[in-house]
T-cell receptor
Framework: DAGVIQSPRHEVTEMGQEVTLRCKPISGHDYLFWYRQTMMRGLELLIYFNNNVPIDDSGMPEDRFSAKMPNASFSTLKIQPSEPRDSAVYFC???????????????FGAGSRLTVL | LAKTTQPISMDSYEGQEVNITCSHNNIATNDYITWYQQFPSQGPRFIIQGYKTKVTNEVASLFIPADRKSSTLSLPRVSLSDTAVYYCLVVLWGSSNTGKLIFGQGTTLQVKP
């Protein structure tokens, strides 16, 4: 398996533009997580899905952020409109367990580094 | 609510054993403790996981006391390549019985020659 695949790896955009980040999970993994990492705030959980259904989106910072998982093979995180404070590395991670617990082992993608000018 | 506390940073020298302790006072009865390692410009990667007592793999050991309110990651004979950020992770359970996998601030380990 190629692991968790994220695209793009790097994105530079201007304030106000729409940004779409993509994630292809490992086949058979039931959980998909979106995290954001910055120096100031560390790794923050934004949202996670179980079997394509959003379970907890309380970490999504504002209505400008939205995430979808239309099928088991694909998820997107969209920011519209983007702002400079959204600059961060966005990670997608997946896990294969059928229940959420501390036993879940997360496999992370390489991340998408977003810079909003 | 489960929350983790770790030292912000640690220094060590090559060849030494390093122990990083994480406090998780409110860990749920059935939950595991998992540790991750993160290098710059990469996502975190799994190191080791345990429920109680001691777990050992080819990379590290994990010690968990009987009360499970803390855990200690032990890295034997560290090398320069072990310089990274280390996170312990538990589930944060909310009032709606929805859990979230929350990372703490992590411990930055600097290994010196």
């Amino acid at each position: 398996d190629a692991g968790v695949i994220q695209s793009p790896r790097h994105e530079v955009t201007e304030m106000g533009q729409e940004v779409t980040l993509r994630c292809k999970p490992i086949s058979g993994h039931d959980y998909l997580f979106w995290y954001r990492q910055t120096m100031m705030r560390g790794l923050e959980l934004l949202i996670y899905f179980n079997n394509n259904v959003p379970i907890d989106d309380s970490g999504m910072p504002e209505d400008r952020f939205s995430a979808k998982m239309p099928n088991a093979s694909f998820s997107t995180l969209k920011i519209q409109p983007s702002e400079p404070r959204d600059s961060a590395v966005y990670f997608c991670a997946t896990s294969e367990r059928d229940q959420l617990s501390g036993a879940n082992v997360l496999t992370f993608g390489a991340g998408s580094r977003l810079t909003v000018l | 609510l489960a929350k983790t506390t770790q030292p912000i940073s640690m220094d060590s020298y090559e060849g030494q054993e390093v122990n990083i302790t994480c406090s998780h006072n409110n860990i749920a009865t059935n939950d595991y403790i998992t540790w991750y390692q993160q290098f710059p410009s990469q996502g975190p990667r799994f190191i080791i996981q345990g429920y109680k007592t001691k777990v050992t793999n080819e990379v590290a050991s994990l010690f968990i006391p009987a009360d499970r309110k803390s855990s200690t990651l032990s890295l034997p004979r560290v090398s320069l390549s072990d310089t990274a950020v280390y996170y312990c992770l538990v589930v944060l359970w909310g009032s709606s019985n929805t859990g979230k996998l929350i990372f703490g601030q992590g411990t930055t380990l600097q290994v010196k020659p």
